[in-house]
Protein backbone atom coordinates (compact mmCIF):
# COMPACT_ATOMS: atom_id res chain seq x y z
CA UNK A 1 0.00 0.00 0.00
CA UNK A 2 1.10 3.30 -1.21
CA UNK A 3 1.15 6.00 1.44
CA UNK A 4 0.89 9.79 -0.33
CA UNK A 5 4.16 11.37 0.59
CA UNK A 6 6.69 8.96 0.92
CA UNK A 7 9.21 8.10 -2.27
CA UNK A 8 10.43 5.15 -1.28
CA UNK A 9 7.00 3.29 -0.97
CA UNK A 10 5.79 5.25 -4.44
CA UNK A 11 9.07 3.65 -6.43
CA UNK A 12 7.99 0.50 -8.23
CA UNK A 13 9.65 -2.43 -8.09
CA UNK A 14 12.07 -1.73 -4.47
CA UNK A 15 11.21 -4.47 -1.49
CA UNK A 16 10.46 -3.61 2.00
CA UNK A 17 13.86 -4.48 2.80
CA UNK A 18 15.24 -1.61 0.11
CA UNK A 19 12.38 0.84 1.14
CA UNK A 20 13.61 0.38 5.27
CA UNK A 21 17.00 1.16 3.65
CA UNK A 22 16.31 4.22 1.82
CA UNK A 23 14.32 5.79 5.04
CA UNK A 24 17.02 5.07 6.98
CA UNK A 25 19.05 6.72 4.54
CA UNK A 26 16.99 9.52 4.54
CA UNK A 27 16.88 9.98 8.22
CA UNK A 28 20.70 9.42 8.82
CA UNK A 29 21.03 12.21 6.49
CA UNK A 30 18.55 14.65 7.97
CA UNK A 31 20.83 14.41 11.15
CA UNK A 32 24.52 14.68 9.37
CA UNK A 33 22.72 17.75 8.01
CA UNK A 34 21.94 18.83 11.43
CA UNK A 35 24.65 17.97 13.25
CA UNK A 36 26.66 20.77 12.69
CA UNK A 37 24.54 23.58 13.00
CA UNK A 38 23.42 21.74 16.50
CA UNK A 39 27.26 20.34 17.70
CA UNK A 40 28.77 22.36 20.38
CA UNK A 41 29.94 25.45 18.83
CA UNK A 42 32.83 27.55 20.56
CA UNK A 43 32.31 31.25 20.82
CA UNK A 44 34.18 33.51 18.03
CA UNK A 45 36.71 35.42 20.36
CA UNK A 46 37.07 38.85 19.24
CA UNK A 47 40.71 37.91 19.21
CA UNK A 48 40.37 35.30 16.36
CA UNK A 49 42.70 36.33 13.22
CA UNK A 50 40.19 35.83 11.04
CA UNK A 51 37.10 37.69 13.28
CA UNK A 52 39.96 40.93 13.43
CA UNK A 53 40.53 41.27 10.21
CA UNK A 54 36.33 41.61 9.65
CA UNK A 55 36.13 43.63 12.57
CA UNK A 56 34.27 41.30 14.52
CA UNK A 57 32.65 42.60 17.80
CA UNK A 58 30.68 40.70 20.11
CA UNK A 59 28.54 43.99 20.69
CA UNK A 60 27.94 45.75 17.21
CA UNK A 61 27.22 49.13 19.50
CA UNK A 62 31.06 49.17 19.98
CA UNK A 63 31.95 48.92 16.12
CA UNK A 64 34.82 51.25 14.99
CA UNK A 65 32.85 53.70 13.03
CA UNK A 66 35.76 55.73 12.05
CA UNK A 67 37.09 52.23 10.32
CA UNK A 68 33.73 51.04 9.00
CA UNK A 69 31.99 53.94 8.47
CA UNK A 70 29.32 52.00 6.58
CA UNK A 71 28.64 50.27 9.56
CA UNK A 72 24.96 51.01 10.64
CA UNK A 73 23.30 50.48 14.37
CA UNK A 74 20.79 48.24 12.72
CA UNK A 75 23.26 45.98 11.13
CA UNK A 76 23.57 42.98 13.46
CA UNK A 77 24.37 39.42 12.95
CA UNK A 78 20.70 38.50 13.88
CA UNK A 79 19.79 39.75 10.63
CA UNK A 80 22.83 39.16 8.52
CA UNK A 81 22.68 36.72 5.44
CA UNK A 82 25.28 34.14 7.16
CA UNK A 83 23.41 33.66 10.59
CA UNK A 84 22.13 30.56 11.30
CA UNK A 85 21.17 30.82 14.57
CA UNK A 86 17.79 31.67 15.82
CA UNK A 87 18.82 32.73 19.75
CA UNK A 88 21.15 35.05 21.37
CA UNK A 89 24.16 32.87 19.46
CA UNK A 90 24.23 30.81 16.69
CA UNK A 91 26.22 30.20 13.73
CA UNK A 92 27.89 31.91 11.24
CA UNK A 93 28.52 30.74 7.61
CA UNK A 94 31.79 32.49 7.72
CA UNK A 95 33.33 31.31 10.83
CA UNK A 96 32.55 27.10 10.88
CA UNK A 97 32.83 25.32 14.50
CA UNK A 98 31.86 28.80 16.00
CA UNK A 99 29.26 30.95 17.18
CA UNK A 100 28.45 34.66 17.00
CA UNK A 101 26.62 36.76 19.03
CA UNK A 102 23.11 37.81 17.46
CA UNK A 103 24.15 41.27 18.57
CA UNK A 104 27.58 41.24 16.68
CA UNK A 105 28.34 42.54 13.95
CA UNK A 106 31.77 42.16 11.23
CA UNK A 107 32.20 43.54 8.31
CA UNK A 108 30.79 40.70 5.99
CA UNK A 109 27.51 41.66 7.19
CA UNK A 110 25.60 41.20 4.17
CA UNK A 111 21.71 42.26 4.75
CA UNK A 112 19.33 38.66 5.08
CA UNK A 113 17.22 37.94 1.78
FE1 LIG B 1 27.79 38.34 12.09
FE2 LIG B 1 27.21 38.26 9.50
FE3 LIG B 1 29.69 38.86 10.28
FE4 LIG B 1 28.77 36.39 10.56
S1 LIG B 1 29.11 37.49 8.60
S2 LIG B 1 29.89 37.55 12.09
S3 LIG B 1 26.62 36.76 11.04
S4 LIG B 1 27.82 40.08 10.65
Aim: a positive charge; one cysteine or more.
Amino acid sequence: MNTPGNAAQELPGLGPQRRRFLALLAVCGTVAIARPAMADLVPLPETDPTAQALGYKIDGSQVDTAKFPKHTPQQLCINCNFFQGAGGTGPCQLFPGKSVSAKGWCSAYAVKA
